[in-house]
């Protein structure tokens, strides 16, 4: 599976300030990944992140050329991205985005569908398969056998009623 060069990290919700910091919301596992990122990408183009810290689960940060909060206000609503080759995750960890369009089999490798959405719920994420039918299946260890994201196979172990 071709990976993207960027990842979409958040959006910047609001200002924070007179200074011209920034509130992100952090697209990310956590908030306190985004903020050891030393550059953005706001509108396509690289912006040095000159300071950041979380408060409230959101990162503010203080970005090269946004000097007030005039500034920062003109970047309300807008996505932020990081680079690929700036993330280090742990061994088997990777980037939902890597997985989406991944091939779902069963534990006997029968095609199953394709995964294509992850939705957000509180106990945990929740992978959207279509196939010949559509099967919801909880991202947690018990249906989740293993996701090969080099390869894009995802086996799962499916139960009645799936």
Known sequence: MQKKPFIEAGKI??????????????????????????????????????????????????????????????????????AREDARLPKGSYFLCDII???????????????AEIEETPSAPLYIVRGEREHLIPAVPEFIRSVDVENGVITVHLIEGM
Not at 101 to 115: Q, S, Y
């Open 13 to 82: 919700i609001n200002t924070h300030g007179i200074n011209g910091e920034v509130k992100i919301e952090s697209w990310l596992d956590t908030p306190e990944f985004l903020r050891s990122f030393r550059r953005l990408f706001v509108r396509g183009k690289e912006v040095k992140v000159l300071s950041a810290r979380v408060h409230k689960g959101f990162v503010i940060a203080r970005l090269e050329g946004i000097d007030d909060m005039n500034a920062a206000m003109a970047l309300k609503e807008t996505d932020v991205s990081i």
């Open 101 to 115: 369009g991944a091939h779902v089999v069963d534990e006997e490798d029968r095609e199953i569908g394709t995964l």
